[in-house]
């Protein structure tokens, strides 16, 4: 199981908001493949996922805003 965090984003930066999940709960994603899309009040990105495996939950849907170090996603490997 690997846990999918809001890593930290730049100075002054201490959250983001999920724009776009490039893969939902139950599909299976490959690793460094994007994963999710994020916007900061001064950034769009593209986060990519640390691990090969299937999403086994999200912890956010699209719209949230989520805090720096907080987890976004459950992947389980294999």
Known sequence: MVKVVLP???EGISKATVSYWFAKTGERVKEKEDLV???TDKATF???SPATGV????MYNEGDVVEVG?????????
């Not at 999403?55 to 999200?58: D, L, V």
């Not at 907080?70 to 294999?78: K, R, T, V």
Request: hydrophobic share 45%; aromatic share 0%; charged share 20%.
């Open 70 to 78: 907080q987890i976004l996603a459950i992947i389980n490997e294999g």
């Open 8 to 10: 930290e984003l730049g």
């Open 55 to 58: 999403i086994s939950e999200t």
């Open 46 to 48: 593209n986060l990519p």
């Open 37 to 39: 899309e994020l916007v």
